[in-house]
Structures are given as structure tokens and as C-alpha cells.
């Protein structure tokens, strides 16, 4: 016999080769040295390679250090979720309990939120602004060169279809007049001196925005002191830890503040939420008043009516038409002249104080808000079908027009670290990119378009969950669509059901469920732009 | 329900096996695949099936052999699915193969850390379809039918395939001098 080709004699060596050849191929080694020595080499090569794959695959050198790091994140989170159980079950159940006086601390009363929203809003327009003017200005300018010169990209490429691209110019058309706009930012004080008019939008942010001239547009300021002493004659937002009109504002306003104080004229409405409202003495608002706030004093002239939600609310001035509180304490001193009805819900009747001297033209009502058990409302499980119904028939186009994306996104749910992890990045990050998008005004097209995809897919993380939910108790693959759908009821009324949990607990579930699923999906939808 | 056994014990063994397997079966997924993005989701994905799979799970066989296997087999799939334009797990003609000369083989004589070590690199740096059906041979333990089966190709071609993955690593490790390609 012939030496053999090393081919042969590797699959000899494997033990590859049938009876017959290996009894051929073990005579002629038995003869040739040279086989021999090469079928020796062979083996000692096979084990080489079997001891570096076996290392290279239990030892990988790549191995993703996350993997300590994805249990201490676990750990972290559930630190966290237990925290917070512990803290919402007791502060829960206390808030019925608890003296008025501290209820504002309390995270889960109404007055507790409007302190959280506005400390926090006050922080942020007291830290932020000089960071949001840079960041402001630097997007701004930015989107602007990216956007032309992205569709300038496309217009190139796409010769056959250019109708979007020009669409995407239609829309930056559109979009440019905003860029109207005049930006006043600075470390310190922002002052429109009394002598200048501007015709634009202003766009102010510092530690003390003062208007003290004319401005034709609109004004967006964010900044610790917000001070209107001139003239605006379009609407004002604001930003800011206080937010005062001394002069006039001919539009609307709008705020979020720690204070907002009006001691001189809005035209239109104000839309207030704030720890404290204060239209002084001599201050009128022509509008109506919309607030959410802690403390709301009306000393000045209310021209309409007022709808106000919070703590207490003391009106010792004059309101054209009616008053609608809900909250802990409505005060109508012997200045108060309201021209409509007045309705107040509160804990309890004597908690409406009607001075001798008040003069309500339409009388007062009071309602008392004792909270009755949902549970024994035929109505709460009338909507509760409703949006048990609205998520299957959501499920169901879902499943339409993307089966293999709602698919993976459920298969993907397992590994659920990681989407609990970028579904709770995407659950806070998206909404601060959309805020920051938006306050460049010329980001305003992509910032509602990512706030569309972000509430879309809030809404279609539950339905990814129950799916899960479905498939594992189901236990089976769901390979027809009715099966994907009796397992979408399974999962969605129980995923139902459990929010409708109490002390808190429901609340913590939807928030985990919501993170999960996001997390899942946009996981999947950037999988599916991959390759593989 | 024959299953019962696993699924009491569910959710405490999965975290186990995942414990113990979760790092091979990411090496695994990652020579099979070749990157560590697709790895990680593919070890990702193998772990998420895992509680249906456990269900065809044979109890006399080691949970080890097993969990690879179905980690080797996702990741067949993957490779399928992505190169399924590209053909390379089709046949290529088999030319007729030098004898070889029993010359000391750079593969044999591993003496120390460093010649290891540029061993699993150069295994790591094979092109997929040389590196694939060797993993599956020498960490999976699997034949050249098995082999075969999974990557849709005749028992001979994996031979070859085999043999030219193992000539390649010879003249990467036997240095630029001789790295010369036929």
C-alpha cells in the first residue's frame, strides 16, 4: 500500500474511516515509519486543539465584565424596589392619617406632588439654565446643519424616490420660521432694557431673566427669577423658581415654579403649577385661572372664573365667574366678591370657610371627597373592560402589522436584566431628549415624533409582558395567531388585575412591567436593523 | 405531565445552569459566531429558550453536553440565516491533498503559555466555516456525520474543512517565514 494523504489519515486518527480502510491503513503504518510518526503528530495536534478550543470557549477572553456587574445591578435594583415598597406601603396607608400640616411632605398626597414638581422644577431652572442656554444653542444650531445636510445626503442617493426627502424639506421649511427667534442667555442677570423692543420670540435663560422692555413674540425663559416689568404681547413660558408679572402680559401664561405672583396684568390665562399662587392686591388676570398648586391667594381681580386643585386656596379679591376647588381648605374672606357659584370638594364641610362679609353670587356648594372604594363602583370595572379591550385590540394590530417584531420582543424579555436596564434608561432618557429637542424649537418635528414612538411604546410594553405572561403559562410555542391572542388575554388581565394592586404596589408593577417591555422592544428593533 | 420534575424546580435551576454555563456558553456562542455583539445576544437568546428547551431534556445525559449542544445549534441556525446568500456552507470542490511530511507540527509542541495562547488566537481568527465545524468537533465532541447533519454538508467536505483549518493553523503558527498561502 501507498502512504496515505494526511486526510485520510486524520479521519483515520478521528476514527472516521470504516473497518475495512482502518485494518488497511493500521497494516501500513505497522510497515512505514513516516505514517507512523505523522499519525502520532496528528494526535498530539488533536489534543493541542482540543485543550485551546475547550479554553477558548470556557475562558473567553471577551467575556463581557457585566456579568458581576449585571448582578450588582439586579441587587441595586432590588435594593431600590424594596426601598420604595417599604417607604409607599406605611406612607400610603398613612395619608389619610396624617396632620395637613406635614401632608405636603407626604409624596403621595396632591400637595406633596405639587412640592416634589415644583422643588424640582425650581432646581432644575436654578441649575440648569445656564446649561440648557449652551445646550439650546448648541443643538439648535446643530440639528439645523445636520438635518440639511442629511437631506441633501438623501436627495443625492435616492434618485429614484426623492418625494420623502422632499417632504423632509417641506417639513424644515416649516420648521424654520421657528428659528425666529431671539436668544438671551447669560451666567447671571438677562435684562431686556426698558428701551428695546423685540419682535421675535424670545428665549431667555439665567439665573434672572427681567423683562423690562417690549416683546412682540412670545417669551421662553428658564431661570431662578423670572420678572416680566414691560411688555409681552404673546404668551409667556416659564421656568423658574419665581415667576412674577409686575408688568403686562397680553397672551396666556404659562408656569411651573416654587412661586408665581402676579401683581400685574395677564390678559389671557394663567396655567399655574406651583407651591405657591399669589395674584396680588391691584393684579388682574383677564382670563381664567387653571392651577395646580399647593397655596393659591387671590387678592387681585379674576375676570373669570377659576378651577383650581391643591391645598388651600384663599380668595379675598374678585371673581368674575366660578370657582371650582378641590383639595383641603378654601378660605373666602370678607373681600371675596365672586361673581358665579362656587364649588368646593374637600375632606370635610368644615373645612370651607365662608367669611360673613364673602359675597358669592351663585352660592356654595361643598362636596365632600371621601374616598370610597373604587371596587364598589360599578363604573371602575365597566373601564376596566374597556382597557382590558382597548390593549387586546392594540395586541391584535400589533400582532398584524409586526408579528416577528412582537415575537422576538417577548422571547427577548427573558434575559431580563438587560431589559429591565435599557427599558428604565429609555423610560427616562427619551422624555429628557424630547424635552431638550423641543426647547431648541427647530428639534420640535423630532421631538414629537420620539414622544409618539415613546407613549406608543409605554403603551405596547404591557402587551409585550402579558404575551410572556401568556406564553409561559400556556406553555407553548404559539405558533397560530389565536394562540397568540388567548395568551394576550391571559397576560393582559392579569397584568390587569395586578395594577389594580394597592398601597403602591400596583403602581411599582406597571413602572417594572413598562420598563420590561420597553426594554424588550427597542432592544428588538435595534436587532432587526442588524444582519443577523 | 412528564416535565413536572423540571418545572418545580424551575426558576432555582435555571439560575443555576445560568450560574454555571452562562460564561462557556457566551465562548461557545462567541467562536461559533464570531463577534461579540452577536454572542451575546445569541448566549442571551440560548438562556431565554432555556426553560421550554429543558423540557426535551434528556436527565441521564450531563446538563453541560446538552446546553452546548443547544447553544451550538442556535448559533448553526444564526450562521444559516445570515449567510444563506453567501453559500459557504456548500460544497467546494475537494482537490487532491498533498501527503504530508512528518516534520514536527508547530500544533504538537506547545510549550509554554505564550505558544498557547497564539494558538487560541489563531483559532479565534479562522474564517468561520474552518473555525465552526471545529468547535463543534472538538468542544462539542460531535462526528463528521453529526457535523455534517448540522451544517448541511457531506461527511468528506467536513474532513477537508477539518483538514484546512488545521494546515491554516500550522502556517499562521509557524510564522510569517513560511506563512507563505498556496
Known sequence: ?532 | MPATGHTERGSADLAEIYREFARPVYGLCLQMLGSKEAAQDAAGEVFARLPRALGSYDTTLPMANWLYRVASNYCLDLLRMRRREERYLADEPVEALPVASPEPSPLANLEDAEQRKALRSAIAGLPDKHRVPLVLHYFNGLDYDAIGREMGLKRGHVGTLLFRARQELRRVLSGPSEGVKP
Open chain 1, 1 to 532: 500500500m501507498n502512504c496515505v494523504s494526511e486526510l485520510t489519515l486524520g479521519m483515520f486518527v478521528d476514527g472516521e474511516v470504516n473497518t475495512m480502510e482502518a485494518e488497511s491503513i493500521r497494516s501500513h503504518l505497522a510497515g512505514c515509519v513516516r505514517c507512523r510518526t505523522l499519525a502520532a503528530v496528528l494526535r498530539e495536534e488533536n489534543r493541542a486543539l482540543a485543550g485551546a478550543v475547550w479554553e477558548l470557549v470556557t475562558e473567553p477572553e471577551q467575556w463581557p465584565a457585566a456579568a458581576p456587574q449585571r448582578h450588582a445591578a439586579r441587587y441595586a435594583l432590588a435594593a431600590i424596589a424594596l426601598v420604595a415598597a417599604a417607604l409607599a406601603i406605611p406612607l400610603n396607608g398613612l395619608s389619610e392619617q396624617l396632620p395637613s400640616a406635614v401632608s405636603w411632605l407626604n409624596p403621595f398626597s396632591l400637595a406633596g406632588h405639587w412640592n416634589i414638581t415644583t422643588a424640582a422644577a425650581a432646581y432644575l431652572a436654578s441649575n440648569l439654565a445656564g446649561l440648557v442656554a449652551t445646550v439650546v444653542n448648541f443643538i439648535g444650531g446643530l440639528l439645523l446643519v445636520l438635518t440639511a445636510v442629511v437631506a441633501a445626503l438623501l436627495y443625492q442617493r435616492l434618485a429614484a424616490n426623492r418625494r420623502p426627502v422632499l417632504a423632509c424639506f417641506a417639513l424644515l421649511a416649516f420648521v424654520l420660521p421657528a428659528s425666529a427667534v431671539t436668544f438671551r442667555t447669560g451666567q447671571h442677570i438677562v435684562t431686556i432694557p426698558k428701551s428695546e423692543v423685540i419682535d421675535q420670540v424670545l428665549f431667555a435663560a439665567g439665573e434672572h431673566v427681567l423683562v423690562d422692555g417690549t416683546v412682540n413674540g412670545d417669551v421662553i425663559a428658564f431661570a431662578q427669577v423670572v420678572e416680566i416689568r414691560g411688555t409681552v404681547k404673546g404668551d409667556l413660558i416659564a421656568m423658574a423658581q419665581t415667576t412674577e408679572v409686575r408688568g403686562v402680559v397680553e397672551g396666556n401664561v404659562f408656569t411651573v415654579a416654587q412661586t408665581a405672583a402676579v401683581p400685574g396684568q395677564i390678559r389671557g390665562n394663567l396655567y399655574v403649577s406651583a407651591g405657591m399662587v399669589r395674584l396680588e392686591t391691584g393684579g388682574v388676570i383677564g382670563g381664567e385661572l387653571f392651577s395646580g398648586s399647593g397655596f393659591v391667594n387671590l387678592n387681585g381681580t379674576l375676570q373669570r372664573g377659576a378651577s383650581i386643585y391643591g391645598q388651600v386656596a384663599t380668595v379675598a379679591g374678585g371673581v368674575g365667574r366660578d370657582v371650582t376647588f378641590h383639595g383641603m381648605k378654601l378660605i373666602l374672606t370678607d373681600e371675596a366678591r365672586i361673581g358665579g357659584k362656587v364649588t368646593a370638594t374637600v375632606p370635610d364641610a368644615s373645612l370651607v370657610s365662608r367669611a360673613s362679609a364673602a359675597v358669592v353670587g351663585g352660592g356654595v356648594t361643598t362636596k365632600i371627597s371621601k374616598r370610597e372604594s373604587q371596587w364598589r363602583k360599578p363604573r371602575h370595572y365597566f373601564w376596566l373592560a374597556v382597557e382590558l379591550l382597548g390593549a387586546l385590540l392594540a395586541a391584535l394590530v400589533f400582532l398584524w402589522v409586526a408579528p416577528a417584531l412582537l415575537q422576538r420582543s417577548v422571547t427577548a424579555l427573558g434575559s431580563y436584566g438587560r431589559s429591565l436596564g435599557i427599558g428604565f434608561v429609555a423610560l427616562i432618557v427619551t422624555p429628557i431628549g424630547v424635552l431638550i429637542a423641543a426647547a431648541t424649537l427647530v428639534g420640535l418635528p423630532l421631538a414629537f415624533i420620539a414622544a409618539g414612538i415613546w407613549l406608543c411604546a409605554m403603551y405596547l410594553a404591557k402587551i409585550v409582558v402579558a404575551g410572556l405572561i401568556g406564553q409561559s403559562l400556556l406553555r407553548s410555542n404559539l405558533e397560530k395567531k389565536r394562540d397568540w391572542l388567548l395568551a394576550m388575554l391571559i397576560g393582559l388581565a392579569i397584568l390587569t388585575a395586578v395594577f389594580q394592586l394597592p398601597f403602591g404596589i400596583g403602581t411599582a408593577f406597571h413602572i417594572a412591567v413598562m420598563c420590561f417591555g420597553m426594554g424588550a422592544l427597542f432592544r428588538e428593533l435595534h436587532a432587526s436593523r442588524r444582519p443577523v
